[in-house]
């Protein structure tokens, strides 16, 4: 389809496995964005991305979150060594514009449902 | 700081009553954007309507209207005869013009239509 696809739609890991979360972002967007979403809550900001470069990374919640986007298209949201506050849903979200958020209209995928046990 | 509230956690309403959802915001910025988004049980966020902060004109589309209002800081939606498809999570959010790239969020308001 057009959207922002996400893939795996759930996974269940073990504590201290190392997850990876893939992002396809609608063709031609430059912005790549990567939210959190623990239950109950509303979404918060990990990453941004503009094309292959990770512009801000200032919510990313530890070290054991990196991602990448090394062609500037898909892009990889990975957790090392899990732990079970890492259980949330992982949204990732595209814009057209490569000016970040500001006032761009920003399109998510249906998320990545994560759970750690 | 930026800040999003939405004080209404759960709301419920019989098919064709109108809602209205609440939003505040927080942000010291003089430029900014609002959004509402609506999540449905298959997680993905929905787009609703975005709003700079230089136009306060309300908005209609359809049974959805949005009534901006900057000196309440106060950016509220209202569902006119709502329908059982209108049942979902509503998200408020804001984003600032300048600096950061964060999308900020409320921690949404889940609507339920009873049929």
């Known amino acids: 389809g057009a959207g922002v696809s996400q893939s795996p739609r759930y996974k269940v890991a073990k504590r201290g496995q190392d997850v990876a979360l893939r992002c396809d972002p609608i063709?031609?967007?430059?912005?790549l964005f990567w939210y959190q979403q623990a239950l109950g809550q509303g979404p918060e900001f990990l990453t941004y991305?503009?094309?292959?470069?990770?512009?801000?990374k200032s919510g990313l919640p530890s070290d054991r979150f990196f991602a990448e986007r090394p062609e500037g298209s898909v892009s990889t949201l990975k957790i090392q060594r899990t732990q079970q506050e890492d259980s949330a849903v992982y949204l990732c979200?595209?814009?057209?514009?490569?000016?970040?958020?500001?006032?761009?209209?920003?399109?998510f995928g249906e998320g990545s449902w994560l759970t750690v046990v | 700081a930026q800040k999003v509230t939405q004080a209404q956690t759960e709301i419920s309403v019989v098919e064709k009553e109108d809602v209205t959802l609440d939003c505040v915001y927080e942000?010291?910025?003089?430029?900014?954007?609002l959004f509402w988004y609506k999540q449905p049980p298959s997680g993905e966020l929905v787009f609703l309507i975005r709003?700079?902060?230089?136009?306060?004109q309300n908005e209609i589309s359809g049974r959805y209207s949005w009534n901006f209002q900057k000196s309440t800081s106060s950016f509220n939606f209202t569902i006119t005869a709502s329908q059982v498809v209108d049942s979902a999570v509503y998200f408020c959010?804001?984003?600032?013009?300048?600096?950061?790239?964060?999308?900020?969020f409320g921690t949404g308001t889940r609507l339920t239509v009873i049929p």
């Open positions: 979200a595209s814009s057209l514009s490569g000016t970040g958020h500001s006032g761009n209209t920003i399109y």
């Open positions: 063709s031609g967007h430059v912005s």
């Open positions: 991305f503009q094309n292959e470069a990770q512009l801000d």
């Open positions: 942000t010291r910025d003089t430029t900014y954007y």
């Open positions: 709003r700079n902060s230089f136009d306060e």
């Open positions: 959010a804001l984003s600032e013009a300048t600096g950061a790239n964060n999308l900020f």
